[in-house]
């Protein structure tokens, strides 16, 4: 695993998002009903789309930082 933690439950995501307001420590990758998934980050500064769940994941970790 990453060092930042990827959350598949909208909950789980947002009680993250809760718990450390402005910071980028969890980002979600949600199927929304188009297939279309919706990439979001606990900074509430950054949301994206993505056409899969890898690119979604790919995209998160970019925003983050933990790839170059
Ligand atoms: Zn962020």
């Not at 995501?13 to 307001?21: G, P, R, S």
């Not at 979001?40 to 790919?58: H, I, N, Q, Y």
Request: proline share 4%; hydrophobic share 30%.
């Amino acid at each position: 695993m990453s060092d930042n933690l990827l959350h598949d439950s909208p909950t789980e995501f947002l009680h993250e998002v809760a718990n450390h307001q402005g910071e980028c420590v969890a980002q979600s990758v949600i199927p929304r009903d188009d297939g279309v998934y919706v990439v979001a980050c606990s900074c509430e500064k950054w949301e994206t789309t993505a056409p899969s769940r890898e690119e979604g994941l790919r995209l998160a970790r970019r925003h983050t930082g933990s790839i170059g």
